[in-house]
Structures are given as C-alpha cells and as structure tokens.
C-alpha cells in the first residue's frame, strides 16, 4: 500500500527547514560580528578611562569615506573633560610618506569636537571621519585618536589606532 505523499515529503521538508535555519543563523552571526572592527586601545588607569572603535560602514575598502563610531568609557567616580586630539602615524614603523587620508573628530550633529565631557561611571560616543584623499594610490593608513583627561597628568591618555586600507585604482569606485 502506498503512503501518501505528505508523510514522505515531511522528512525532506525537515532536513530543508534545519538547514536554512542553520545557514540563517550563521549569516546573521557573520553579519553582526563583521561589522565590529576593534583596533589597538589603551587605558589610562589614572582616571579608568577607555577608548575603542568600530566601523560604521559595510564598504570600508572602496569607499571615499568612512565612519568609525568611536565609544570614549569614564571608569572613574568623577565627572571628566577629555581633550580629544588625532594624528596621522607610521602603521609599520617606517617614514611616514604623503597623506592619501585625512580625518576629522565629529560629533554625530557632524561638527567639528575638541573636547567632551562624560559623566561619572559613562560611555560616550562620537564620530572619526576618514576621508581618502587619492583613491588610485595603494595605500595602509594610520590614525591614532587620543583622549586625555584634564585631571590626569600628561602621559596618561587613552588611546586607539584605526588601520585602514586604501586598495588603490584596481578595487576603488
């Protein structure tokens, strides 16, 4: 006697329903763990402070410019004003050649920042904005951001280095 064929499709319905949801399931992993890019960061334990970064662009490699959400944390009980200053570093150590990348520390209404506050035991966050100024050169580029707080002595400072890779006229838009 034959079974009816729902009975023997059910079984590859099953394996079909497993695995999409499987492959869902890594999809969305890779989706969410690709889009946090942690660089170099460092404390300064003067004032439990901590400086790190993700980006937020899904196209870093080709794109002109480029957003990193930059998330300054204030460990310590105090209140503290931070001077927030960047530059261009050598990302192998070498003389540093021709800037192909220009940056700016922004606030996320887009203007230009120099200084924050955060509250006690608070997280804040603002914007480094990378902007390739020659996208036919090839190119690894340095930023170091820098957070001091004012109460702290003038070694302490917590800071980041964002690595960003300028692919040249092959891969560029």
């Known amino acids: 006697m ?8 059910t079984p590859m319905k099953n394996f079909y329903l497993k695995s ?16 946090v890019e942690h660089g170099q960061k460092t404390q300064d334990l003067s004032t439990g402070s901590e400086l790190s970064f993700y980006k937020n662009s899904d196209d870093i ?23 927030l200053s960047g530059a261009i570093i050598s990302c192998d150590g070498s003389a540093l050649k021709k800037d192909v990348v220009k940056f700016e520390i922004l606030n996320f209404e887009g203007d230009s920042i120099n200084s924050v506050e955060v509250l006690a035991n608070q997280t804040i966050k603002f914007l480094v904005r990378t902007i390739k100024s020659d996208m036919t050169k090839s190119s690894w580029d340095c930023i170091e951001i820098r957070a001091k707080a004012e109460s702290s002595s003038k ?5 980041i280095v964002i690595k960003q890779l300028n692919p040249g006229a092959s891969t560029s838009k």
């Open 61 to 83: 490699i080709t794109s002109k410019k480029v957003d990193y959400f930059v998330e300054l944390k204030n460990g310590s009980r105090d209140s503290q004003v931070y001077e």
């Open 155 to 159: 070694d302490n400072v917590s800071s």
């Open 20 to 35: 999409f949801l499987l492959f869902s399931f890594l999809l969305i992993q890779t989706c969410v763990f690709g889009q």
């Open 2 to 9: 034959c079974q009816p064929i729902s009975k023997t499709i």
